[in-house]
C-alpha cells in the first residue's frame, strides 16, 4: 500500500496534468478570454442546441428516381441488344411514356433472343423483381417498373445522398454536423457554429452531376425555350448572359458521366492563369474519355453540369492519361465548391429545402450558463459534504473531482468532441459517478477499521475491495454507452461521448490518484487512527 515506485508517481501525476492542461484553452473559450495563438489550443466543440448553427430539411422528389431510372434501362436495352451474341438486334418507335419503356422489334423472329438479352437487366441488385415485362402484339416490349424496385431504388438513392452530404460538409471543416434520414425522401441535416446557411444549402442541394457529351450543333433560342428536339437533347448555357441564353444539341444518351471520377481539385490554368477544376478518370473512365477523344478528335464536346453546360470546347487531340481540367468563367471560391462536390460524388437526386431553422447562439449561451451554474451548484455541495463526513479522506475526494471534471473537458478537447446539452448532463452524472466510486472506498475503510484491522491494512483492503465493485459498475456503464453512441444520432451521441470518457477519468482519478496521495500521508504522518 505505500510503496509508490517514483515511477508510478511521474506518471500518475503526468497523466494528470496533461488532462488539466489540455482544458485550459477550452476554459479560456468559455469564458471569452483570449489563449496565446502560440501555444496548442484544443477545444471542445459546441453542438447546435449550445453553439446555434442552421438547421435544413431536404426533401428529394420519387418522380426523378423513376424517371433516372427509365432513362438508364433505356440505355441499358440498347446496349445489350447492341451487343447481343446473334448479332444486333434492332429497335425502333421507343417511348417512356407513363412511366414504362416500351420499344419495338423491327424483326418479330428475335423476340426470344431480345428476352434472352433483356432478362439480365430486369433484377436489379435487390432480392426482389424491379421490372415486369411484357409482349404486345408478338413485337412490342414493354417494361414496367415495380412497385418494391422503384422503393428499393429510392432508399439507395437517398442512402447515397447521405453519404455525398455527408462527405460535402466534412470537405467544409464544420465539426460533428449531423446528417440523418428522416422517413423515406427526406434528410435532416444540422451544422452547429455555421455561420452562413445558404452556402451549406448551395453546397449540399446541387447536384453536381458531371456529363460529357457529343455536340450536334447549337441551339436556337426557340429549341432552348421548347427544351426538346428530335434525335437529340437540347441543354442551355450556364453563362446565360455570354451566350444569350442560347444551348447546344447533344446525344441524349451515351457519353461519359462523373461516377467514373476519382479526384477533383482546384487550380490554376498556367497558361491563362484563371482558376479551373483539374479532374482524373478512374481506369475504367480513362480508358472511355480517351476512345472518345480519340474517336472524335476534332469535334466539339460539351462539359454538362447539373444540366447546363459550362463549356463546350473541340477535343484538338486525344486525351490518353485520364486527366483533364475544366474551365467556365470560375472564382477560386466556385472552382473550389464544384470541386468539393465532384470529389463527393454526385447526388442521384435533386433535394428540395422544405424546412429552414437558424438556432442563434442566444439560448446556447443561456443553457452553458444555467448548466454551469447547476453543475457548479452541485459539484460545491457534494464537496462540502465529502469533507464534513470524512475529514482529510473526503478532502482528497474533492481535489480529484476537480481534476477529473478538468480532465474530463481535456479529453473531450483532444479527441475534437462536441459538447451538446446533454453532454453537460453527462458531466453532471461523472461527478457523481466519480463521488460514488470515493464513497465506496472511505466506507469499505471504516468498516475495515471496525474489524479492528490497522490503519495500513484497513486502507489497504478498503481500496481493493472497494475496487471490484466500481470496475464491476463501470464495466456496465461503458457497454451502455457504447450503444448509446452506436444506436443514437445528434445529442445522443454527445451524451454517450461524455458518459464514455468521464468513466475511465472518475476511475482514475477515485481509485489510483488518491491512493496514490493516501499512501504518501501515511508514509509521513505514520497515523495511530483515521478521522472517518
Do not use: C
Request: net charge negative; hydrophobic share 45%; proline share 4%.
Amino acid at each position: 500500500m505505500l510503496e509508490f515506485p517514483t515511477w508510478k508517481k511521474v506518471m500518475l501525476w503526468g497523466i494528470a496534468l496533461l488532462g488539466v492542461l489540455a482544458a485550459l484553452p477550452s476554459l479560456a473559450s468559455l469564458s471569452n478570454q483570449d489563449w496565446p495563438d502560440s501555444l496548442p489550443n484544443p477545444t471542445v466543440n459546441l453542438g447546435l442546441d449550445l453553439a446555434g448553427g442552421s438547421h435544413i430539411l431536404l426533401e428529394a422528389e420519387r418522380d426523378q428516381v423513376a424517371a433516372k431510372r427509365l432513362e438508364d434501362m433505356e440505355e441499358g436495352v440498347r446496349n445489350a441488344l447492341r451487343g447481343a451474341e446473334g448479332g444486333r438486334i434492332r429497335i425502333g418507335d421507343v417511348s417512356t411514356e407513363d412511366n414504362r419503356l416500351s420499344f419495338l422489334l423491327d424483326d418479330a423472329s428475335q423476340i426470344d433472343l431480345a428476352r434472352s438479352e433483356i432478362e439480365g437487366l430486369m433484377s436489379g441488385t435487390g432480392p426482389v423483381r424491379e421490372w415486369d415485362l411484357q409482349v404486345v402484339d408478338g413485337q412490342r416490349f414493354v417494361l414496367t417498373p415495380t412497385s418494391a424496385g422503384l422503393d428499393n431504388a429510392v432508399s439507395s438513392a437517398m442512402d447515397a445522398a447521405l453519404s455525398v452530404i455527408n462527405d460535402r460538409i466534412d470537405s467544409l471543416g464544420t465539426r460533428e454536423p449531423t446528417v440523418l434520414r428522416q422517413g423515406d425522401t427526406r434528410i435532416v441535416v444540422q451544422v452547429p457554429g455555421l455561420q452562413d446557411p445558404e452556402a451549406l444549402k448551395e453546397l449540399i442541394g446541387k447536384t453536381a452531376q458531371l456529363e460529357f457529351k457529343l455536340v450536334q450543333r447549337e441551339a436556337t433560342l426557340e429549341e432552348v425555350e421548347r427544351g426538346f428536339v428530335a434525335g437529340g437533347e437540347v441543354v442551355a448555357y450556364a453563362d446565360k448572359e455570354r451566350y444569350g441564353g442560347g444551348g447546344v444539341v447533344v446525344n441524349r444518351l451515351g457519353g461519359i458521366d462523373g461516377s467514373t471520377l476519382t479526384n477533383a481539385q482546384q487550380s490554376v490554368d498556367q497558361q491563362t492563369n484563371e482558376p479551373v477544376v483539374s479532374i482524373a478518370f478512374n481506369p475504367q473512365g480513362g480508358k472511355q474519355f480517351a476512345n472518345m477523344t480519340r474517336q472524335y478528335t476534332g469535334d466539339r464536346f460539351a462539359i454538362i453540369l447539373d444540366g447546363e453546360v459550362i463549356s463546350a470546347p473541340v477535343m484538338q487531340e486525344p486525351i490518353l492519361n485520364g486527366q483533364s481540367q475544366i474551365s467556365g468563367s470560375f472564382t477560386v471560391q466556385s472552382a473550389n465548391e464544384l470541386a468539393i462536390q465532384l470529389s463527393s460524388g454526385a447526388l442521384p437526386v435533386d433535394l428540395t429545402v422544405v424546412e429552414e431553422r437558424t438556432v442563434g447562439p442566444d439560448l446556447g449561451a443561456d443553457s452553458i450558463k444555467q448548466g454551469l451554474l447547476a453543475m457548479g451548484i452541485g459539484t460545491l455541495l457534494v464537496m462540502l459534504l465529502m469533507i464534513v463526513t470524512y475529514g482529510r479522506f473526503g478532502i482528497y475526494a474533492t481535489v480529484a473531482l476537480v481534476i477529473n471534471v478538468l480532465m474530463l473537458l481535456g479529453i473531450m478537447a483532444a479527441l475534437n468532441a462536441t459538447l451538446t446539452l446533454p453532454g453537460i448532463a453527462g458531466f453532471v452524472l461523472t461527478i457523481g459517478a466519480a463521488v460514488d466510486a470515493n464513497v465506496l472506498i472511505n466506507e469499505r475503510i471504516r468498516e475495515e477499521r471496525k474489524r479492528g484491522r490497522r490503519v495500513v491494512a484497513a486502507v489497504e483492503n478498503g481500496y481493493k475491495e472497494a475496487s471490484r465493485a466500481i470496475y464491476d459498475a463501470n464495466v456496465t456503464n461503458f457497454i451502455a454507452g457504447v450503444l448509446l453512441f452506436q444506436f443514437g444520432s445528434g445529442p445522443i451521441k454527445g451524451f454517450a461521448v461524455v458518459l464514455v470518457v468521464g468513466l475511465f477519468t472518475s476511475v482514475f482519478t477515485a481509485v489510483p490518484l488518491t491512493r496514490m496521495w493516501v499512501a504518501q500521508w501515511l508514509r509521513k504522518a505514520r497515523p495511530t487512527d483515521l478521522n472517518l
